[in-house]
């Protein structure tokens, strides 16, 4: 199986998995979450980031999402990954990666989950009105 390690600044990580959580059902293994807090050294955050890690790296694979490019948990996981070579690190984490994460992590092999997650995260990113407007 395919681990998963979510990494945000504050409890969005963790209000996303719950969501994911009730849409396609409770992942029991191989997910963890780290919330990032401004109250938090750099070094806690390196502590925390680093233990999730090394505790689900997997031969399977491992993939990281994070929130946003250039922030504090990217900054952190990608010198991590960089060692790992089945390590995707996603940011812009949406519900709907999340949710075609937790559906194909036990099917898919770790590229073709990958691919799965981006093409399911940009499906989601679109201004409904127009879309509809169209009809």
Not at 78 to 105: E, Q, W
Request: aromatic residues 4%; proline residues 2%.
């Amino acid at each position: 199986m395919i681990n998963i390690v979510v990494i945000t600044h504050g409890e969005f990580g963790a209000y996303l998995i719950e969501a994911a959580e009730g849409i396609v059902g409770v992942q029991r293994d191989g997910l963890k979450n780290v919330s990032i807090s401004s109250r938090m050294t750099l070094e806690r955050v390196k502590e925390a980031v680093s233990a999730a890690v090394a505790e689900l790296r997997s031969e399977d694979g491992l993939v990281l999402f994070i929130d946003m490019p250039g922030g504090t948990p990217m900054n952190v996981a990608l010198p991590l990954a960089r060692h790992i070579d089945k390590c995707a690190v996603i940011c812009g984490v949406n519900i709907n990666m999340m949710t075609s994460a937790f559906s194909y992590r036990t099917t898919l092999d770790f590229d073709r989950l990958v691919v799965k997650i981006m093409e399911d995260g940009r499906k989601a990113i679109c201004e409904v009105k127009s879309l509809l407007m169209k009809k």
